[in-house]
């Protein structure tokens, strides 16, 4: 069974850089093979899907709120998906969740529908 580890949260100041890494195990598969998203919800609110890269890397999409200042990677060596994120801002701050699904199609909005999730790192963007 998919095994997913989020990593790389923290307290950073506004306009400052974190890059957040998901690293996976326990499956015959690589991530490769798996569609991952990049979630995140805030105290109150709603989870809300922010990023997605497709199995093979051939789609990547991002919400309107973080585009150009987010991009999401693979490295298919590590067996990991990153999200570098830039430019924080303090409506970023929220606990971020990747998640993972052989027959998820990356498409907007990005919903919750994949099978693998992690527990979550916090990102907290504060002075």
């Known amino acids: 069974q998919l095994q997913l580890v989020e990593s790389g949260g923290g307290l950073v100041q506004p306009g400052g850089s974190l890059r957040l890494s998901c690293a996976a195990s326990?499956?015959?598969?690589?991530?490769?093979?798996?569609?991952v998203g990049w979630f995140r919800q805030a105290p109150g609110k709603e989870r809300e899907g922010v990023s997605c890269i497709s199995s093979r890397g051939g789609t990547k999409i991002h919400i309107d709120s973080v585009k150009g200042r987010f991009s999401i990677s693979r490295d298919s060596a590590k067996n990991t998906v990153y999200l570098q994120m830039n430019s924080l801002k303090p409506e970023d701050t929220a606990v971020y969740y990747c998640a993972a699904d052989l027959y998820y199609l990356c498409s907007t909005p990005i919903n919750t529908d994949l099978t693998y999730w992690g527990e979550g790192t916090p990102v907290i963007v504060s002075s």
């Open positions: 326990g499956s015959s598969l690589t991530l490769d093979y798996y569609s």
